[in-house]
Nanobody, 118 residues
Framework: QVQLVESGGGLVQPGGSLRLSCAAS????????MGWYRQAPGKQRELVAT???????NYADSVKGRFTISRDNARNTVYLQMNSLKPDDTAVYYC????????????WGQGTQVTVSS
């Protein structure tokens, strides 16, 4: 019912930057949270950043000051600007849309690989 299409992953050197994009389509509720999560091999999926339709943002401590999440509500698109990338940022990054409006809605993108290596 809701599809998330991601783009922007790739290989970058430490200190470099990447910008991830995720566009949602389908039956999207008007009040929701869109965000980014990541999962490295052997580790649990973890929160990176979230952004509500009310413009409230949350960041993992490990990315504060380096990553910026933004969204275009009209286009149902969320972005993640990643600066000063470190090898520890290497992971598969997943886009998420979540809402508790008229039940629980929880949708995920397919994931995009981000590799930070020299």
């Amino acid at each position: 019912q809701v599809q998330l299409v991601e783009s922007g992953g790739g290989l970058v050197q430490p200190g470099g930057s990447l910008r991830l994009s995720c566009a949602a389509s389908g039956s999207i509720v008007s009040v929701n949270v869109m965000g980014w999560y990541r999962q490295a091999p052997g580790k649990q999926r973890e929160l990176v950043a979230t952004h509500t339709t009310g413009s409230i943002t949350n960041y993992a401590d490990s990315v504060k000051g380096r990553f910026t999440i933004s969204r275009d509500n009209a286009r149902n698109t969320v972005y993640l600007q990643m600066n000063s990338l470190k090898p520890d940022d290497t992971a598969v990054y997943y886009c998420n849309l979540y809402s508790r409006w008229r039940g629980v809605h929880d949708y995920w993108g397919q994931g995009t690989q981000v590799t930070v290596s020299s």
